[in-house]
């Protein structure tokens, strides 16, 4: 079992920045690979970002390619979303989750992971 609290949303005006960080717990983190989602209201939860469990290779949806940044220390147990330039569109809750399978590819469906965070809101206004 692996807890994971998510932290860091709030309110930004557009073209700013917010770092999100998910603490996990219990199992070893270095086990998971892990990835941010995010739901905006009446819309399907989607894939931000995947980081594999060294840290080494990472994935970004199309929409956030060059302005978010996923990266883990694994000596802290934690996970990072750096996300500059933000705008309205990103708006949303978004959720930490970690994936217990080893793969040749990244996990992005939401199916794939096995723990998620309770979520941290994301609001940028224009």
């Known amino acids: 079992q692996v807890q994971l609290v998510e932290s860091g949303g709030g309110l930004m005006q557009a073209g700013g920045s917010l770092r999100l960080s998910c603490a996990a717990s219990?199992?070893?983190?270095?086990?998971?690979?892990m990835a941010w989602f995010r739901q905006a209201p009446g819309k399907e939860r989607d894939i931000v970002a995947a980081i594999t469990r060294s840290g080494g290779s990472t994935y970004y949806a199309a929409s956030v390619k060059g302005r978010f940044t996923i990266s883990r220390d694994n000596a802290k147990n934690t996970v990072y979303l750096q996300m500059n330039s933000l705008k309205p569109e990103d708006t949303a809750v978004y959720y930490c989750?970690?994936?217990?399978?080893?793969?040749?590819?990244?996990?992005?469906?939401?199916?794939?992971?096995?723990?998620w965070g309770q979520g941290t809101q994301v609001t940028v206004s224009s």
């Open positions: 219990g199992r070893t983190f270095s086990n998971y690979a």
């Open positions: 989750a970690a994936d217990a399978t080893i793969r040749v590819r990244f996990a992005i469906s939401t199916q794939e992971y096995d723990y």
